[in-house]
């Protein structure tokens, strides 16, 4: 069965620092992989993509992928009280008729000021 | 551009009764897929529909629940004699194409009393 890891915090950073996000998952076919954030109450909110092996820079976020690993994370710098919320790791599996997205059960990050 | 539309936003059933949920994919998109999120829970994908066209089902419980993406109109997703079980936000998603990044709409939360 295909999985997506996360760990469920709550991951709390001082304003200003760093948030590191991690996810691994568990079918090597995995092909794309996004990041979602979920700001309670709220629906999903997509922040970046990756596809592949490296780092992908967007503004104060940094996605990194490593195939060989099974393992995507999440970068953010400049932690701001805004960015306070739960964080979604998903990856797509392409093939067939499959086009659904794979979730994790997110982690939730609490910036305080 | 307007985003995925959902409605309603918040809907209220008794057990027995019937839930009819919709979504309008954002313009120009003809992929729709319906996620159910139950409460401290990741996503979990339901259905994946083009237009007129059941693509992947694999995630719908067997029983009480269906949906349609008619040729005309907004896809539907339909809950039976629904179950206090059912409770659930329920998000709707979009695409151009089965490759591309899926876009979320606001979601509708269904409480059965």
């Known amino acids: 069965q295909k999985e997506v890891e996360q760990n469920s915090g709550p991951l709390s950073v001082p304003e200003g620092a760093i948030a590191s996000l991690n996810c691994t998952y568990s079918?090597?076919?995995?092909?794309?992989f996004f990041w979602y954030r979920q700001y309670s109450g709220k629906s999903p909110e997509l922040i970046m993509f990756i596809y592949s092996n490296g780092d992908k820079e967007d503004g104060r976020f940094t996605a990194q992928l490593n195939k060989a690993s099974q393992y995507v994370s999440l970068l953010i710098r400049d932690s701001q009280p805004s960015d306070s919320a739960t964080y979604l790791c998903a990856v797509k599996h392409y093939g067939g008729s499959q086009g659904n997205l794979i979730f994790g059960k997110g982690t939730k990050l609490s910036v305080k000021p | 551009n307007a985003g995925v539309m959902q409605n309603p936003r918040h809907l209220v059933r008794r057990r027995g009764q019937e839930a009819r949920l919709r979504c309008s994919p954002m313009?120009?998109?003809?992929?729709v897929y319906w996620y159910r999120q139950l409460p401290e829970e990741g996503l979990k994908f339901m259905v994946y529909l083009q237009k007129e066209n059941i693509i992947d089902e694999s995630g719908m419980p067997k029983e009480r629940f269906s949906a349609e993406f008619p040729k005309e109109g907004p896809s539907i997703l339909r809950i039976q004699q629904v179950v206090r079980g059912d409770s659930a936000a329920y998000f709707c998603a979009s695409s151009p194409q089965q490759q591309e990044t899926q876009y979320f709409g606001p979601g509708t939360r269904l409480l059965v009393l």
């Open positions: 313009k120009g998109h003809s992929h």
């Open positions: 079918d090597r076919g995995s092909q794309s």
